[in-house]
């Protein structure tokens, strides 16, 4: 089964940090970008990161500098870490792969794959 499964999500206080990793099972994903998206209530899905298959990385402009994206080709997993995180920064947080076209900014231009989601929430 092709898949990809989020986990790292939480509750954390304002300031705090989260790791999310994003596991493929049943493919490989060397040959991938890996995108983060984040889908709050009542706002549009965002482009938060993306990691092309060369290694380089693009963050939109609400989590620079704060978070930073990283894949680990030997098990499989691209990462996200999250530091100074901001009730802003709540929402369900979805990994995707796309092989066809890669990362357009902080997303990517097709996925072939979408996570499951995992809940971030930021509050005190």
């Known amino acids: 089964q092709l898949q990809l499964v989020e986990s790292g999500g939480g509750l954390v206080q304002p300031g705090g940090s989260l790791r999310l990793s994003c596991a493929a099972s049943g493919f490989t994903l060397d040959y991938y970008a890996i995108g983060w998206f984040r889908q709050a209530p009542g706002k549009e899905q965002e482009g938060v990161s993306c990691?092309?298959?060369?290694?380089?990385?693009y963050y939109a402009d609400s989590v620079s500098g704060r978070f930073t994206i990283s894949r680990d080709n030997a098990k499989n997993t691209v990462y996200l870490q999250m530091n100074s995180l901001k009730p802003e920064d709540t929402g369900v947080y979805y990994c995707?792969?796309?092989?066809?076209?890669?990362?357009?900014?902080?997303?990517?231009?097709?996925?072939?794959?979408w996570g499951q989601g995992t809940q971030v929430t930021v509050s005190s």
């Open positions: 995707a792969a796309d092989r066809r076209v890669g990362c357009l900014r902080s997303g990517l231009g097709y996925v072939d794959y």
């Open positions: 990691i092309r298959n060369d290694g380089s990385t």
